[in-house]
């Protein structure tokens, strides 16, 4: 396959002078991001080059097997990362791998499904990265607020349960907020999308000389099928986890402040 | 004897809340007295299974709360708690949210009657009502559930004098009407006085005396 535009090594480094202006605002606000800047672009730089890497070598064997295995590697890495913005609900891990395995199966399942793409690497390799990254931020965003909402809302909930509701009927609005939380920014960007910004895979097949109908189109396909994959992987993130703040007797095992 | 508890033991964050404690409380109005940080909340919570003692027994008419569904115990014996914690939305979404934990259909005029409160409250917004009416409005959320004990937690800490002295004229007024037995929890020995025919005196996590008011809390 070739590219219709060709970017150089040099003009990546160059693109890092906003990187530089971005430390420069840092240490003049004091905002001690400079840290995490380098850090960031680092991480970018050797991430993004070895994914290049490895997503050549599944495009040269043509093996849907080796997107397979790369999705689940996504999948628990995405799992791994979403578990540390999530710290106060417990026991996260095998809740996040469903959710984002579900997300991403079901997603790109019902896209080839439909004829959208054809089950080919070079379609799904690009669409499950999407799909899986958008899940894990929708899921880490539900679960910390999940998290959240469990703790500050400790004494709604147990007033609840002292009624005699069940530990669902209990956590019923908790996790309408959490779901809500998750999948509000996509939602938002949605209906933004095309007046306050541009999403990237329409700039990015702008710049690749595609045409602009062409690029609107996929960008809705992808835009549809995110909305998708955020709100699977938020509903199961939540569903799977909430339970590990009652006891089997419906208790909260961490009761209100007195 | 409606509730019995025996050498029971409860520990919160590693600091021990209930010693030992054992007591009981007839059918009819109870009180738990005893300062703050007593354990009386504590008690309350363990009589309808919100928590479980490390240790001890409670019974209800006669039976271990653990051989009860946690469920249908608490549908019958519901407990209002100290301060107010309604969920969003209106009065009446409050008193069907109960009233269907218990599978029933609220009378929402009468419950409102019942907790002193007139039915133009069902239409408002919970989270827009005095901390008063917000203690009302628990209290007929509680009763849309048709329990047969209502357990007190400070019910009237919150309230000023006026709110208070109406407060309890309801909670006389409900238990002659309903024929439900109370258990209410204080630190305000008068109040004891007032609204209970029984008394636990508590302190430390311990009983310290119990018997009837007119024997226990002499003026």
């Keep these: ?258 | 004897m409606l509730f019995e508890l025996e050498a029971v033991e409860y520990s919160r964050s590693d600091a021990l809340v209930l010693r030992g404690l054992s007591a009981r409380l007839p059918a009819g109005a109870s009180c738990v007295a005893g300062p703050s940080g007593s354990g009386k909340s504590t008690l309350l919570r363990l009589l309808n299974r919100l928590a479980d003692p490390d240790s001890g027994r409670v019974r209800y008419r006669g039976e271990d709360v653990r051989d009860r569904d946690p469920l249908a115990l608490r549908r019958e014996v519901c407990l209002v708690p100290q301060l107010p914690a309604l969920l969003e939305g209106t009065v009446e979404e409050n008193l069907q949210f109960a009233a269907s934990c218990a599978g029933r259909e609220p009378d929402g005029g009468r419950l409102l009657e019942l907790a002193g409160l007139d039915a133009s409250f069902a239409a408002r917004d919970a989270a827009k009502l005095s901390v008063g009416e917000q203690q009302r409005a628990m209290l007929a959320r509680a009763l849309a559930v048709e329990p047969r004990v209502l357990l007190l937690d400070e019910p009237t800490s919150a309230l000023d004098e006026a709110a208070r002295d109406a407060i309890e004229a309801t909670l006389l007024d409900l238990r002659h009407r309903l024929e439900i037995s109370t258990v209410l929890v204080t630190h305000d020995l008068a109040q004891a006085r007032r609204m209970a025919e029984w008394v636990v005196r508590i302190d430390e996590g311990r009983t310290v005396e119990e018997g009837p008011v007119a024997e226990v809390l002499v003026a």
């Design chain 1, 1 to 258: 396959m070739t590219s219709s535009i060709e970017i150089s090594l040099g003009e990546v480094a160059a693109s890092l002078v906003l990187v530089v202006l971005a430390v420069a605002l840092s240490l003049w606000r004091r905002a001690d991001l400079e840290r995490d800047i380098g850090v960031a672009v680092v991480r970018s730089i050797v991430q993004l080059t070895a994914i290049g890497y490895v997503i050549q070598a599944i495009f040269d064997e043509d093996s849907l097997a080796l997107v397979a295995a790369l999705i689940a590697v996504m999948v628990v890495f995405g799992a791994i990362q979403a578990r540390q913005r999530a710290r106060r609900v417990p026991r996260t891990f095998v809740p996040l791998l469903v959710a984002l395995g579900v997300a991403g199966v079901s997603t790109l399942g019902l896209v080839v499904a439909l004829g959208i793409f054809e089950p080919e690497p070079r379609f799904l390799v690009p669409v499950g990265g999407m799909v899986i990254g958008n899940a894990m931020t929708a899921a880490a965003v539900a679960l910390n607020r999940l998290g959240d909402e469990m703790h500050d809302r400790a004494r709604e909930i147990e007033a609840t349960l002292a009624l005699g509701a069940t530990a669902t009927q209990a956590a019923t609005p908790t996790l309408r907020r959490a779901l809500r939380s998750g999948t509000i920014a996509l939602v938002d960007s949605t209906k933004t999308t095309g007046l306050i910004f541009f999403p990237g895979t329409m700039v990015g097949m702008l710049l690749a000389g595609a045409d602009p109908t062409d690029a609107v189109r996929l960008q809705l396909i992808l835009l549809y099928a995110l909305l998708g994959s955020v709100a699977i992987a938020a509903v199961l993130a939540t569903a799977l986890s909430y339970r590990s703040f009652f006891t089997p007797a419906h208790q909260l095992r961490e009761a209100p402040e007195p």
